[in-house]
């Protein structure tokens, strides 16, 4: 409230509560606030438009404005385009991080790709051996993909002190905010864990399904 609308020791009778409502950053805490009615001098005032004929609505408010404060301008606003402008850079982070996060995961799976072939082709003769000595395509594809499935694991391990600490400190610059919930880092080691698998796995289901004689004939 600003404090010389009433003065002290000014009575006045409360007619009604509302919700919080914040017309700041959300990097601010919502501050007590009084809206007054029939003050002589106001700082800020709402006014409720209709869906239809705003541009003569409009004009009709800045006449009446200039016929009763010709030395005052008017500065008017819609309540959404303020809204949306607080909330513009937290847009543009989401976004920003939303794009980076897809790079990421299209050059990790590009990386367990390329990985996965040269491995492949690395243990061709030991894959041609297992198969000749008895061993099935599944545990053979089950072998290979463990193999990838491992710097997954510890690559997950290490993120997650990171990402927690990271996430912690961009939550604590809103003032209202949730908190952590660890099944959100697990659901994410889980699908880290999926993606991987799906990436590699056909690859390691061609090489284990490969004839034991092609591969030991391999140089």
Not at 39 to 66: C, E, M, N, V
Not at 97 to 112: D, E, K, P, Q, W
Not at 168 to 176: E, I, P
Not at 184 to 206: E, N, S
Request: aromatic share 8%; proline share 6%.
């Amino acid at each position: 409230m600003t404090p010389y609308l009433y003065p002290p020791g000014t009575p006045a009778e409360v007619i009604g509560t509302v919700s919080d409502a914040s017309l700041e950053p959300v990097t601010q805490a919502v501050d007590p606030t009084i809206y007054s009615l029939g003050q002589s001098r106001l700082t800020l005032t709402f006014i409720k438009l209709r869906g239809r004929d705003i541009p003569a609505t409009l004009a009709a408010i800045d006449r009446l404005w200039h016929a009763r404060n010709p030395a005052d301008p008017i500065d008017r606003f819609f309540l959404d385009d303020h809204i949306q402008q607080l909330y513009l850079s937290v847009r543009r982070e989401t976004q920003t991080l939303g794009i980076l996060s897809v790079c990421a995961l299209l050059l990790a799976c590009l990386g367990l790709v390329g990985l996965a072939v040269s491995a492949a082709e690395r243990r061709t003769k030991e894959v041609g051996i297992r198969k000749a000595l008895g061993a099935t395509t599944s545990a053979v594809t089950r072998r290979l993909l463990w193999q990838f499935t491992k710097p997954v694991l510890w690559a997950t391990v290490i993120a997650w002190p990171a990402a927690a600490l990271v996430l912690d400190h961009w939550l604590r610059g809103f003032v209202y905010h949730v908190e952590l919930d660890p099944r959100v880092f697990g659901g994410a080691a889980a699908l880290a864990l999926l993606l991987a698998v799906l990436t590699v796995g056909v690859h390691c289901y061609r090489v284990a399904r490969g004839k034991p004689t092609s591969a030991l004939r391999y140089e």
